[in-house]
């Protein structure tokens, strides 16, 4: 049994978090499950996944809340979108896991089976 633990930043009606959700429960992995529609991401968080995959990486480009936001078309600082992103978790691209310095964006079966096999 390992004793990693995965945190997800996701919402509850969004189907790429609840595979996660399911393929680390699969495997007895204990998690954390953040509903980003309850409570925001903390900007210092959501600075790592930044740091690694870049702002863009981390947006829903094609999703219908890119679309209203029209994000596409502000002029917006780096901080302006991550502030949005905060206020709208609609726009990442969901969801967001980590296991202590491990990241993933979206629905990465890859990179979950890499949590697991370095946890």
Do not use: C
Not at 72 to 88: M, Q, S
Not at 100 to 108: A, M, N, R, S
């Amino acid at each position: 049994m390992s004793d990693l633990q995965v945190q997800i930043f996701g919402t509850r009606k969004n189907k790429e978090t609840r595979a996660a959700e399911r393929f680390f429960k699969e495997r007895k992995i204990k998690i954390h499950f953040v509903d980003l529609k309850e409570r925001p991401i903390a900007k210092g968080e959501l600075s790592r996944f930044v740091q690694k995959y870049g702002l863009n990486a981390l947006l829903d480009l094609d999703g219908k809340a890119y679309e209203r936001s029209n994000l596409a078309y502000l002029r917006t600082t780096e901080d302006g979108v991550i502030a949005k992103v905060i206020d709208d978790p609609e726009l990442l691209r969901l969801p967001l896991v980590r296991a202590g310095k491990h990241l993933t964006v979206g629905e990465d079966l890859e990179g979950w089976k890499a949590m697991v096999a370095t946890g």
